[in-house]
């Protein structure tokens, strides 16, 4: 299990496991996340399943953060001493990992998530997992 965000049960794997989802590595101390965060909530309200890690931060910053933002996350796991990023191979925030209804990473970006990103790397990769085409 892992320590979630806001909330006092903790994720499970089953929890962050089913359809194909982006895992999010973000913190407020993220000058990049916050400039790609409008986009994360476009993202969201399209339908596409976005988890957080809240990566070496503060929980009360984080959550006022998305008070303040708007929170695009399905869930938010909260990694504090970063021990989570370094078993993903982290370099920073923002990464965005690309996970199959498994529970298997099958993409990884470093950096700035926009809509350039979205609509010629990240979407075509999502729309084949949804199909079950993972060639």
């Not at 916050?34 to 957080?52: D, K, N, T």
């Not at 869930?75 to 996970?99: F, K, M």
């Not at 075509?124 to 060639?135: H, N, T």
């Amino acid at each position: 299990t892992l320590p979630a965000l806001g909330r006092e049960q903790p994720l499970s794997r089953d929890d962050i496991t089913g359809p194909v989802a982006l895992l999010k590595v973000w913190a407020t101390w993220c000058v990049s996340c916050r400039v790609e965060h409008p986009y994360l909530q476009q993202l969201a309200a399209q339908g596409v399943p976005i988890y957080g890690v809240n990566y070496k931060d503060d929980d009360a910053a984080a959550l006022r953060w998305l008070s303040d933002l708007g929170d695009p996350y399905v869930a938010n796991i909260v990694d504090r001493q970063g021990s989570l990023g370094l078993d993903l191979g982290v370099y920073g925030a923002p990464e965005t990992y690309l996970v199959d209804a498994a529970g298997v990473i099958r993409y990884r970006h470093v950096g700035v998530v926009d809509a350039r990103v979205w609509e010629s790397i990240l979407r075509p990769l999502y729309r084949e997992l949804l199909s079950g085409d993972e060639g």
